[in-house]
């Protein structure tokens, strides 16, 4: 007898809606804290000096209190927006004006789907691409093209006949340390395609997220910034990577012809982004030394992903991947194993990485996964690296 | 010669967004301060203790920084989701699991707008209706269908019309100090259309935002807790009016068959809210005395409303109102003007009121105005109000 499912009314694009594997990961590492989780995307919230971010709070309800438990404008914080012009931001055209703050770089994705995509909406994204794009767009139901990535970038070529065969709309992209594979363009790709793009029309939807977190301090142009129409691209930011994603903000930079639509959506989704959040952020940035909090941040990651790589080349050898420049993950290929049977085993023996056919708009053949290397402390790595390695060689003999 | 429009690529159904003239008119007078606003919905910000909040805010960054400052579960954060259980709704099937955290309530109309309504949906909403959900529902472009109000809720007479002749999917009702108008619906209303919507099985959405503002402290039962068919009905709340705005969190009341959808949406949207003031809240709700807190919030919303409809009634008798039994509005007509002319030269003067017909889903003929008295002081608002008169009494003579 099969379960009866329960018939609920509701829109049709719901039909369109996807579920994250990773946030379901997630609850039950929270759940069981036996489990050892390269799943998340989290970064460390230790890196964040708490006698820095105490006088802030204290400065916060001593001058700002009034400011800081009131509604905001729909656009943001105006002292934040010209804090992240200055020090985030890089393309020429850029005023406070064009900042919209945004709860998380993830609500921007959102208004951007919901601004463009309607069903005849070709969208161009990479493969793999972020989940998170994919779960913001899908509901607005556009046509999905993809592009094949190589670790500098999309594969020229296909690109080039992708958009020569198809009149394509939008295209999403995440060029520096991307999520899930820290694939990222070269300078010589990014003036390739800024030109390409402007050729043919396209909107850029370029997310930004992981931007400044190269191992060595190197910032890549961004794509938005060696385009002439800058009418026609978005950068997406974010301070969950750079600070915390506790206080839930990022931006968008948005070409002017689109500001009052892109306002609209925004107050019709939440009326404005935190305020309180923003008040804490902007004297955050006053007050540290940012350059120096980037550095340090950068050279964790660095030392940890050093860490998970070595574990990785001393304990599962079979195991194959590029090594990233930036970011906050490998991006792993296991050979001859089925990417669902090793996450099942995995889960049961106690470790969790998320399964690469999450971050594809395509079926794949090949068994990768996404491991995060910000959160676990080493020890923990060593024994999830080993719990890994015992698990596939179960599998595999 | 006629301005050239830019023709820009989007979305049809960015042809439905609305603007709010609220949100322009908030700017202008942030930006000239010497506008006397009558027009926000804004909370007293000094209402909540600086002391306890430091003393939370401290005692966060000593014991739940790492999880303040870290992703949190797409549905909230447990602690606060069962202290809403505990004090702030009433419907009898709750759990924290039917506790979804959003960012305001907001939030929650754009989810259920997404989760709800296509352009075959047809959606009953009040005349007058809160702006926001016009603006939450409208890019989703339903059919809308209203219901004339009266002081003590919708005119039973045309509901009965309006649901025995269309097909009525979607209810979006605002039933305690309703925004604009501060119209409470009574308790005999309450139960009659509660027993409607089950027999005509409609959904529900219950927006309380308001629920905790009456003047003597009254809580009527939600119009939710009266249905039987407790899978057709939501409940939205929120912190804002309560606690602060600037905290953005409110709350949906979500049926069990409805939960895993509104939750994958809300990843979309934002992957989930903003959990720094989600503990920051939960905390404050643990230290303060959170009844006495509400009382004095309404000892102060009441005292401000007696000094304004005094004003009123001295300074513009011509005008009429109903006195409201709780909320921070009162909702005015003035007659034998044009709303229009009235909104323009009392700009002009600077004092600034919000125009009826920005919560009317149909064309009006009369001319009312949404007049906040949390915000100003007292002298202020007594100046405000002489502005308005010497206006009101110029274009009428």
């Known amino acids: 007898m099969e379960t009866e499912i329960p018939t609920i009314f509701s829109a049709k694009r719901t039909s369109f809606v996807r579920t994250s594997v990773i946030r379901e990961i997630l609850k039950l590492t929270v759940e069981n804290s036996d489990i050892l989780s390269f799943a998340g995307g989290l970064p460390n919230p230790h890196l964040l000096s708490k006698d820095i971010l105490g006088s802030v709070m204290e400065a916060t309800i001593r001058e700002n209190i009034a400011t800081a438990l009131q509604y905001g404008d729909s656009s943001g914080y105006l002292p934040l927006r010209k804090q992240i012009?200055?020090?985030l931001t890089d393309v020429p055209w850029n005023s406070p004006d064009s900042i919209i703050i945004t709860h998380g770089s993830q609500q921007g994705l959102d208004i951007l789907g919901k601004m463009f995509m309607d069903s005849d909406t070709n969208v161009l994204i990479e493969d793999p691409v972020y989940l998170g794009a994919l779960q913001a767009f899908s509901p607005?139901?556009?046509?999905?093209?993809?592009?094949?990535?190589?670790?500098?970038?999309?594969n020229l070529f296909w690109l080039e006949e992708i958009l020569?065969?198809?009149?394509?709309?939008?295209?999403?992209?995440n060029p520096s340390y991307q999520n899930p594979s820290t694939y990222t363009w070269s300078l010589e790709k990014r003036k390739q395609i800024?030109?390409?793009?402007?050729?043919?029309?396209?909107?850029?939807?370029?997310?930004?997220?992981?931007r400044y977190l190269d191992?060595?301090?190197?910032?890549?142009?961004?794509?938005s910034s060696l385009r002439k129409r800058n009418d026609l691209t978005f950068v997406l930011g974010s301070f969950s990577k750079i600070l915390s994603p506790g206080f839930r903000l990022g931006w968008t930079v948005v070409p002017e012809v689109y500001r009052s639509?892109?306002?609209?959506?925004?107050?019709?989704?939440?009326?404005?982004?935190?305020?309180f959040s923003q008040v804490i952020v902007s004297k955050l940035l006053d007050e540290m030394d940012f350059k120096d909090h980037l550095r340090s941040i950068q050279r964790f990651y660095s030392e940890k992903k050093e860490i998970l790589v070595s574990l990785m080349k001393n304990f599962l050898p079979e195991a194959k991947f590029s090594l990233p420049k930036g970011g906050?993950?490998?991006?792993?290929?296991?050979?001859?194993?089925?990417?669902?049977?090793?996450?099942?085993?995995?889960?049961?023996s106690g470790v969790a990485m998320v399964p690469g056919s999450e971050f594809s708009p395509v079926k794949r053949t090949s068994s990768n996964f996404r491991m995060n290397f910000s959160f676990l402390g080493d020890v923990e790595m060593e024994e999830g690296v080993k719990?890994?390695?015992?698990?596939?060689r179960d599998i595999n003999t």
Chains 1, 2 share one sequence.
Not at 199 to 210: C, G, N, Q, T, V
Not at 215 to 223: A, I, K, L, M, T
């Open 164 to 173: 020569s065969q198809n009149k394509i709309h939008v295209f999403y992209a």
């Open 85 to 87: 012009i200055e020090e």
């Open 261 to 275: 639509l892109f306002t609209a959506i925004k107050q019709g989704n939440d009326l404005n982004s935190n305020q």
């Open 140 to 154: 607005y139901h556009p046509q999905f093209f993809s592009v094949p990535m190589e670790t500098d970038g999309p």
């Open 194 to 210: 800024a030109s390409l793009l402007d050729e043919k029309e396209i909107i850029l939807i370029e997310d930004e997220a992981y």
């Open 328 to 348: 906050m993950f490998l991006w792993v290929e296991y050979p001859k194993v089925s990417e669902k049977e090793l996450m099942k085993q995995c889960l049961t």
């Open 215 to 223: 191992f060595e301090g190197n910032v890549y142009p961004s794509v």
């Open 387 to 392: 719990r890994i390695a015992k698990v596939y």
